[in-house]
């Protein structure tokens, strides 16, 4: 009987794929150990075949690890996919926010507090929300030392929100103020103070934009905005 040699070509064949498969093996751990985004489709596909152009008769690619190797092809793709389209939302709604802020600039927003800035015209402006309706509503403006600057009394109001202006302070001076109000039966009706300021601009120099606001050296997020009480006067 005559015995049947390898030849030294596909001794080379053989190492070659040998060569293929370890480095697709290689490739393919990188991508499940969180390199995927330096392993595309176009690689997979270019080691596969690499791997079927060099395999032998006599050393066969393993059909499990190709259906494995194509499991991960298409694994990587779908996480590529993913973070492009977490990239394209997040630069969506970064936009929409900044959106947002700019049309808020000029306009006086309200914010929760009870702080009373005067402008250069010692003007302040202030908002509140009312539990229910009342009857009697006056609003009391104190000083920085907690004494009483002045009053200011709105009269009858309906339930929810109100606004009123008090044009007697200091300009730049931040006073607070309490808000007073019965119903017809002389009982107290529960008030929410609103901080009042006019927006100057946009800030983005942290991850979401931020109000820059007239009277304030602090920012003000644009989630805190309770209402917009429009243009300011």
């Not at 907690?146 to 929810?160: E, I, K, Q, R």
């Not at 920012?219 to 009480?229: A, N, W």
Request: aromatic content about 4%; proline content about 3%; hydrophobic content about 45%.
């Amino acid at each position: 009987m005559t015995n049947l040699a390898v030849s030294s070509s596909a001794n080379a064949a053989a190492t070659a794929a040998s060569v293929a498969a370890s480095t697709t093996a290689t490739k393919v751990a990188a991508a499940s150990s969180g390199s995927a985004s330096s392993l595309t489709q176009a690689n997979f596909l270019q080691l596969l075949t690499a791997q079927l152009k060099y395999q032998t008769p006599t050393t066969p690619a393993n059909p499990t690890q190709m259906a494995q190797e194509f499991a991960a092809i298409s694994t990587v793709n779908g996480i590529n996919q993913v973070n492009t389209q977490l990239a394209a939302m997040k630069a969506s709604t970064g936009a929409a926010q900044m959106a947002q802020a700019s049309a808020l600039v000029g306009k006086q927003v309200a914010v929760a507090g009870d702080t009373l800035s005067a402008n250069a015209a010692g003007k302040a402006a202030g908002a509140f929300n009312l539990a229910n309706a009342a009857q009697a509503v006056s609003v009391s403006v104190l000083n920085p030392s907690g004494t009483v600057a002045g009053t200011v009394n709105l009269g009858g109001l309906a339930a929810g929100q109100q606004s009123f202006s008090w044009a007697n302070g200091t300009p730049g001076t931040q006073y607070t103020y309490s808000v007073n109000a019965t119903d017809a039966a002389g009982n107290a009706v529960s008030a929410t103070p609103y901080s009042v300021y006019t927006v100057e601009g946009v800030n983005v120099s942290s991850t979401s934009p931020t109000l820059n606001v007239q009277g304030s050296a602090t920012t003000l997020p644009v989630s805190s905005v309770q209402t917009v009480l429009g243009v300011a006067s």
